[in-house]
């Protein structure tokens, strides 16, 4: 099929790639020209496993373009519309100016039959609301709204063979027109859930909300650890054994971030205001506020294991994306940390494998290096809070020749405490003692 897919950010740029291994013919479109130049030249802007080989692959085949050009999307038979949906300047609700901007952009290039499809996060009521706008505008086209799962690190895979399929439509038609897209993975088995457009924009809040929800409660329980002298992390491995809570996504430590979750929960919440049933999602605040007291307690005791101050001390900040496997460091608990540090006077040095261009640019008065060994070398505290294989795979004993004092946190609770223990460090984690 001919597709364009406007916004080629983390989910657009692999989406696009992704239908056009699946076959199709893709245009990708996006207002940024750098990101459209990196693109068009087979380059992905920004790092995700995987993307690389496909996006190389699929321009080889002549099945992908890119362009910053709108009248691009002119003849295809689906739009995707996949623009960023973030947290809005004054307000926890989301800030839709780019949906509806690329929306209007279409309207003139819709051919007849065209079915525009939205991918971003968007609050309940949202589709309703441009579908009105194209009845209007474009008669002949039509909207299904078809949310995206993927996670960022495995976009590739949960692209091509995702957990299932979500279609919001208003007819037939649009599911058809979605199988034909999605026939590969129908084929394999994926789940498929026909619906309607408001059911299918809450599914998406909804499962990043229980996914947060996870998580705040998993840290919540470590809190309480650590007024017990208790383990969370035992405990998480003993409640996950029951498959009706599982083990995953109850990794206690510094929180969630990421350009999702976070402002995921605060729209839906603000929505629900709206919708004046505030109370319904009354809880979600609760989730926010525990998600954020963990990036304080991190920084909390780093002033604690110095007895008060970190005032001119060297800190190795180990992490600064919001997960490993990702260059992406909106909203991440890790530079919030090194930020935190730095503003009560600490001599910062932040590390990543991947993340510390993006993190200059945010926080240019931080200090930087992509070096593990020379972030290390000197410190008077190291704090793990992203937790990349390179830094869970660290030495104990190696550790502790480069640093000048075996102090560590372990902000993602990933290392063995006992032989951290054992190599003359003192070690603190987030809810075990
Ligand atoms: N990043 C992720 O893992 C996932 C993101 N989502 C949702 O997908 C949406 C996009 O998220 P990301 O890709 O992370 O954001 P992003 O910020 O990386 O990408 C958004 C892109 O849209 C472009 N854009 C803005 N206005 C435009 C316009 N009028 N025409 C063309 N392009 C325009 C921007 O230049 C940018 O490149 C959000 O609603 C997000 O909640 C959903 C699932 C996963
Ligand atoms: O809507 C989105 O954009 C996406 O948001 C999340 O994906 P992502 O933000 O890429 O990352 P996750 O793997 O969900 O991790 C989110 C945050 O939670 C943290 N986390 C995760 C798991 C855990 O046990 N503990 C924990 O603190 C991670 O460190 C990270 O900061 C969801 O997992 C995706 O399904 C969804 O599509």
């Known amino acids: 099929m001919r597709i364009s897919v406007i916004g080629c950010g983390y989910l657009g740029a692999v989406h696009a790639s992704a239908m056009a291994e699946l076959g199709h013919d893709v245009v990708g479109i996006d207002v940024d020209a750098a990101k459209i130049a990196e693109l068009a030249a087979g380059r992905a802007p920004f790092f995700e496993p995987g993307l690389p080989e496909i996006l190389a692959s699929a321009i080889a085949t002549g099945r992908l373009r890119f362009s910053t050009d709108i009248a ?6 689906v739009h995707f519309i996949a623009v960023g949906t973030p947290q809005a300047a004054a307000t926890n609700a989301a800030d839709l100016t780019f949906v509806d901007a690329a929306v209007e952009s279409l309207l003139p290039h819709l051919a007849e039959g ?45 692209t091509l063979e995702p957990d299932r399929l979500v279609y919001g439509v208003a007819d037939d038609r649009a599911t058809s027109v979605l199988d034909q897209i999605y026939r590969a993975a129908i084929e394999a088995g994926t789940p498929r859930v026909v619906t309607d457009y408001a059911t299918a924009e809450l599914v998406k809040v909804a499962a990043n909300a229980f996914l947060a929800t996870k998580i705040s409660f998993i840290n919540a329980m470590g809190e309480i650890a650590d007024a017990t002298g208790a383990d969370v992390t035992a405990l998480a491995d003993a409640i996950g054994h029951d498959a009706r809570i599982g083990r995953r996504f109850l990794n206690a430590g510094v929180g969630f971030g990421g350009g999702c979750l976070p402002k995921d929960i605060r729209a839906f919440t603000a929505r629900a205001e709206e919708l004046g049933r505030g109370d319904s999602l009354a809880f979600l605040r609760e989730v926010d506020e525990i998600n954020l007291r963990q990036r304080q307690r991190v920084a909390d005791l780093a002033v604690e294991a110095f007895g008060g101050s970190v005032h001119r001390k060297r800190i190795a900040v180990l992490g600064v994306t919001f997960k490993p496997e990702s260059d992406d460091v909106r909203d991440s608990p890790a530079l919030d940390v090194a930020v935190q540090l730095k503003g009560l006077g600490a001599e910062v040095i932040a590390t990543d494998p991947e993340g510390v261009e993006n993190a200059r640019r945010r926080h240019p008065q931080l200090d930087y290096t992509t070096s593990t060994r020379e972030a290390l070398r000197g410190a008077d505290l190291v704090v793990l809070v992203t937790e990349w294989r390179e830094y869970r795979n660290l030495d104990p004993v190696e550790t502790g020749r480069l640093v000048a004092a075996q102090r560590i946190i372990d902000g993602r609770n990933v290392l063995d405490a006992v032989a951290w223990r054992a190599a003359g460090w003192t070690y603190r984690g987030l809810g075990r003692p």
């Open 114 to 158: 065209a079915l525009v499809v939205g991918k971003s996060t968007v609050p309940v009521g949202t589709a309703a609301r441009l579908a009105a706008r194209i009845a209007v505008a474009a008669p002949h086209a039509s909207l299904a709204w078809n949310p995206e799962f993927l996670r960022e690190g495995y976009a590739v895979k949960d």
């Open 72 to 77: 691009d999307a002119d003849g295809a038979e």
